[in-house]
C-alpha cells in the first residue's frame, strides 16, 4: 500500500457511539421509563412515582424511596458499562437482578437533558449530577429524604431524525402507561403512580399477593374469568392465570409473560399455551394469560437483546413440555366451562330454522346475516343491545346469475351451484369481504349509518389502552362507532355501524385499538381508513366453526355474488375455489357435457 493513501476506518468520538448505543436501549420514552424503573426496583424502593409531560418528550421524572447513591457512585453510574451488578465475566450468566445491560443512564443521558438526584439513607446530604446530552457532567450536593430522582427532560433533542419517528403523544404515553403496567404488576408489594401533566393516571398502592395485584388492575371479576395456573419441575417453576375458555376473546390482551422477573415476548412459551389450548379454546378466539416463570438465572441468556425484550433458554423444550401440560390439565379437570368448543363469533341468525318451501329471504337490507322473527331472546339476549331497522324483503331482482345453497362442511366451508360452477367458500373470509365492501362504499359516500345500541355496551379497558382511545374517539365517531368516556377508565358504547350487525362491541374495539397504536397520526384518516374497515369486517364476520342454516348460506352466496365475486378478503386470504362444469368433467373423464350419459 502507497504510504500516501490515507486510511478510511477511525474510533467513533465517545459521544458519537454513545449515541449509537442509546438507539439501542431508547427506542423511544416507553424505554426510558422501563430502564429507570427496573433500577428503582433493585434500589429496593416501596414507593416509585412516575411523572410524564407530553408522552415523554419534554419530561420523564421518576422518583423512589430506594437505598440511593453516594457521590461517588452517583457519578460512576453515569459512565458507560459501569455496574453494582457484575464484578466479573462469570456474572454475566448468573444475573438476579433487572437493571444490567451497562448503557442505561448513559445511554439516556447522552440524548436528553439528564439529571440524577441520590440521597443515600445513612446521610442527610446527597448528590445531584445533570448532564446536557452526555458529554459533561456537573454535580454538587443535594439535600433531600434517602431515594433517588432521575430526570430526563426534551428526549432526543440532539437527534432530530429520531424524535421525528415518535407517534402521538396519546401512543407514546400509552406505551409508558404499559410499561409502568408491567412493573406492577410483577412487583406487588411496591406502590406505583404515574401521572400525565399533573393527572394522576394510575395508582396501585402495595399489596400481599401477586393475584391481589391481578385484581387491582382488571377489576373484581378477574378471578371469575381467570384459572389459576401453577407448575413445579426440575427446571423450572411456573405461577400465573389463564382465562377460562368460555370467556376468551377476539382479542390478545391481556399476553404477559415475566421470566424472573423480567417483562419478555417469548415465541415458545406463547406456542406452548396456545397449544395447550388447542382442544378447549373456540374457534376464532385468543387465549389472555399472565405467567409468572423462575428459572435458575445460569439456564438462561438475558443479554441477547438491548432492551431485554427477549431471552434465550438452554432448555426451551422442557420448558415448552411443562407449561403445555400445565395449561392442558388446568383445562381437563375443570368442567365448568358450559363452552361450545366449536365455537361462535356472530350469533346472528344461529337459531334460523331452515324452512324447505322458502324461495326468497326476508333480511334486514343492512344486515348479511338476518334476523329470524323465530329468535327467542332467552337464548340470544344480546339482540336486545340493538335498535332493529325495519324488516324488508331482501329478494334479488333482475340477477344474472342463480344461486343454490348446498350446505356446509366442518361448520367452516359452504357449498354453493352459482350458475353453472361449483363453489367451496370460507365462511369467515366471504362474510369478511362482503362487510368490508359496505363499510368502503357508506364511507366513500359518505353515508355511514348508525345502529344506536338500546342499552349502551361499557367496556373497561386498562390505563395504556384508554390513553390511546381518547385520541382516537373522533376519529372513531367518523366511522360511526361512538363512544363516551364513563369514568377513569371506563367507557360505553352507544352506536355502531349498522352494516356491522350484532358484532361483539368490545372485541371489536380492543382489536381496533391494537391497530390504532401502531400509527404515527390520526390527520391523514382517507389512507388509513381502508386498515380500520378491515379489521371491523374481520371482527364482525361469522366465524369459522358456527353452523349455519340454509337460509344463511343462501344470503352470503347472494351476498357475495352482488360483490361481483370478490376472491381474497381485505386481508389477502382466499374466499373460494371454483370448479367450472368443464373442469367437473374432464375430473370424472366425461369429455363433453353433450356426451350421451353412460
Known amino acids: 500500500m502507497s504510504p500516501f493513501v490515507t486510511g478510511k476506518i477511525h474510533v467513533l468520538p465517545d459521544d458519537v457511539s454513545c449515541r449509537i448505543a442509546a438507539g439501542e436501549v431508547v427506542e423511544r420514552p416507553a424505554s426510558v421509563v422501563k430502564e429507570l424503573i427496573d433500577n428503582s426496583l433493585d434500589a429496593n424502593s416501596s414507593l416509585i412515582t412516575i411523572e ?60 436528553s437533558r439528564l439529571s440524577l438526584r441520590t440521597v443515600p439513607s445513612e446521610s442527610p446530604i446527597g448528590t445531584e449530577t445533570s448532564s446536557e446530552g452526555g458529554t459533561t457532567w456537573n ?30 403523544v396519546a401512543t407514546e404515553f400509552s406505551k409508558i402507561s404499559y410499561s409502568v403496567q408491567q412493573a406492577a404488576t410483577i412487583s406487588p408489594h411496591i406502590h406505583f403512580r404515574l401521572f400525565h401533566h ?21 377489576g373484581p371479576t378477574f378471578l371469575d374469568r381467570f384459572l389459576p395456573l401453577t407448575q413445579t419441575a426440575d427446571l423450572f417453576q411456573l405461577t400465573g392465570f389463564a382465562v377460562s375458555p368460555h370467556h376468551a376473546k377476539t ?28 382442544s378447549f379454546l373456540p374457534k376464532g378466539k385468543h387465549p389472555q394469560f399472565i405467567v409468572c ?4 438465572p445460569q439456564t438462561l441468556d438475558i443479554n441477547v437483546h438491548p432492551t431485554k425484550r427477549e431471552m434465550r433458554f ?26 361450545n368448543t366449536q365455537g361462535t363469533n356472530l350469533e ?31 337464548k340470544t339476549n344480546h339482540l336486545s343491545l340493538f335498535a332493529q331497522e325495519p324488516s324488508s324483503a331482501y329478494i334479488i331482482q333482475n340477477q344474472e346469475f342463480q344461486v343454490v345453497p348446498l350446505g356446509q362442511i366442518h361448520h367452516t366451508y359452504l357449498l354453493g351451484h352459482i350458475d353453472q360452477d361449483l363453489y367451496i367458500i370460507d365462511q369467515h373470509t366471504a362474510h369478511e369481504r362482503v362487510l368490508f365492501e359496505r363499510l368502503l362504499q ?37 366511522i360511526g362507532i361512538e363512544i363516551d368516556r364513563f369514568g377513569t377508565t371506563s367507557y360505553i358504547v352507544r352506536s355502531v355501524p349498522s352494516v356491522l350487525g350484532a358484532a361483539s362491541i368490545s372485541s371489536l374495539v380492543l382489536e381496533l385499538l391494537e391497530e390504532l397504536s401502531e400509527w404515527k397520526t390520526t390527520d391523514s384518516l382517507d389512507t388509513l381508513i381502508r386498515p380500520i374497515l378491515a379489521t371491523m369486517a374481520c371482527q364482525s364476520a361469522v366465524q369459522a366453526g358456527r353452523t349455519m342454516t340454509l337460509p344463511e348460506i343462501s344470503t352470503l352466496l347472494h351476498d357475495w355474488a352482488r360483490e361481483k365475486f370478490p376472491m381474497t378478503c381485505p386481508h389477502g386470504r382466499r374466499v373460494a375455489i371454483r370448479h367450472s362444469v368443464e373442469e367437473l368433467n374432464t375430473l370424472f373423464a366425461r369429455a363433453s357435457e353433450k356426451q350421451p350419459l353412460t
Not at 198 to 218: C, E, G, W
Open 198 to 218: 399533573n393527572h394522576k393516571i394510575l395508582d396501585y398502592p402495595a399489596v400481599s399477593t401477586f393475584q391481589d395485584r391481578l385484581v387491582q388492575m382488571y
Open 251 to 278: 382479542s390478545r390482551t391481556p399476553q404477559e409473560i415475566f421470566v424472573n422477573g423480567r417483562p419478555i415476548k417469548n415465541a415458545t412459551i406463547t406456542h406452548a399455551i396456545y397449544e395447550g389450548y388447542k
Open 52 to 111: 410524564i409531560e407530553e408522552g415523554g418528550r419534554r419530561l420523564i421524572r421518576i422518583t423512589d424511596n430506594g437505598i440511593g447513591m453516594n457521590r461517588d457512585d452517583a457519578q460512576l453510574a453515569c459512565q458507560r458499562f459501569a455496574t453494582s451488578k457484575l464484578h466479573e465475566e462469570h456474572d454475566l450468566f448468573s444475573l438476579t437482578t433487572l437493571g444490567f445491560r451497562g448503557e442505561a443512564l448513559p445511554s439516556i443521558a447522552s440524548v
Open 293 to 296: 416463570i423462575q428459572l435458575n
Open 442 to 478: 357508506a364511507w366513500t359516500k359518505k353515508d355511514m349509518k348508525q345502529q344506536v345500541l338500546l342499552i349502551p355496551e361499557p367496556i373497561e379497558l386498562l390505563p395504556h389502552q384508554g390513553a390511546l382511545l381518547d385520541e382516537w374517539l373522533p376519529v372513531l365517531s367518523q
Open 139 to 168: 454535580t454538587q450536593d443535594y439535600a433531600s429524604s434517602p431515594g433517588t430522582q432521575v430526570e430526563v427532560q426534551d428526549l432526543f433533542f440532539n437527534t432530530p431524525g429520531r424524535l421525528k419517528f415518535l407517534k402521538t
Open 314 to 339: 438452554s432448555h426451551p423444550e422442557v420448558l415448552h413440555s411443562g407449561i403445555f401440560h400445565a395449561v392442558k390439565q388446568t383445562f381437563a379437570t375443570t368442567t365448568s366451562f358450559g363452552m
Open 348 to 378: 346472528v341468525g344461529s337459531t334460523l330454522q331452515a324452512k324447505p318451501k322458502a324461495q326468497t329471504l326476508a333480511v334486514s337490507p343492512v344486515s348479511a346475516m338476518p334476523f329470524s322473527p323465530d329468535i327467542k331472546r332467552g
